[in-house]
């Protein structure tokens, strides 16, 4: 089983719906998550953390389920500009446990 | 505040050649991270400098070095390049080492011929 795991997709997604998809990690002693956005041939860069009691930013929701082992990234009222591959990232609890990046799920909205 | 800046942006190589990428990180990171991109595929996990010391790194071979200078700049060496090097080599850079979030330059794209 693979460390992070996550849908590659793509989701094809019309304008303006509400997009979902989750990350499953097996590290039960994770502390950090993160959600990344990379966009063809560039950078990643950081979307957002993702907390215990979840995060919200405009449009973005993360939520963790340490029950589970999942995060999820939730996308309302989605963008043309939202295209894109997530990336989700976790890390442990040592301080020398670096992060373990996910595959990547792509996202297409379609006008 | 400037970001993670890298160089060259692109760089061309024959197979057998060496290549030498760097990274300058944000002011105030400590930790600077090296990833392999390859076309259609994920993040690789090359290496990670923290303090001036090779913190961890990734399953590649030793033709794979690098270092991080006093100034937290870095650079990656590749030894002996093969065609199966081409790729887009990130440099991230976080305030403190291992589960801290980074932030990535844009990336030096290598081709080996």
């Known amino acids: 089983r693979k460390e992070v795991e996550q849908d590659p997709g793509p989701f094809n997604v019309p304008e303006g719906a509400t997009v979902a998809f989750n990350c499953t990690y097996s590290n039960s002693a994770s502390q950090s998550f993160f959600w990344y956005r990379q966009d063809c041939r560039k950078e990643p860069k950081l979307l957002m953390s993702?907390?215990?009691?979840?995060n919200e930013d405009g449009r973005f929701t993360a939520q963790l389920n340490r029950a589970s082992q999942y995060i999820s990234l939730l996308i309302r009222d989605s963008k043309l500009s939202d295209s894109a591959t997530y990336l989700c990232?976790?890390?442990?609890?040592?301080?020398?446990?670096?992060?373990?990046w996910g595959a990547g799920t792509k996202l297409i909205i379609k006008p | 505040e400037a970001g993670v800046t890298q160089s060259p942006t692109h760089l061309i190589k024959t197979r057998g050649q060496q290549a030498t990428l760097r990274c300058s990180p944000i002011s105030g990171h400590t930790s600077v991270y090296w990833y392999q991109q390859a076309l259609g595929l994920g993040l690789q996990f090359l290496l990670w400098?923290?303090?001036?010391?090779?913190?961890n790194r990734g399953n590649f071979p030793p033709r794979f070095s690098g270092r991080q200078f006093p100034n937290y700049s870095s650079e990656l060496n590749v030894n002996a390049l093969e065609l199966e090097d081409s790729a887009l080599y990130l440099c991230?850079?976080?305030?403190?080492?291992?589960?801290?979030?980074?932030?990535f330059g844009p990336g030096t794209r290598l081709t080996v011929t």
């Open positions: 993702v907390y215990s009691s979840g």
């Open positions: 990232v976790v890390a442990g609890s040592d301080s020398n446990y670096q992060l373990i």
């Open positions: 400098y923290d303090e001036g010391e090779e913190r």
């Open positions: 991230a850079s976080s305030y403190s080492g291992g589960a801290s979030e980074q932030y």
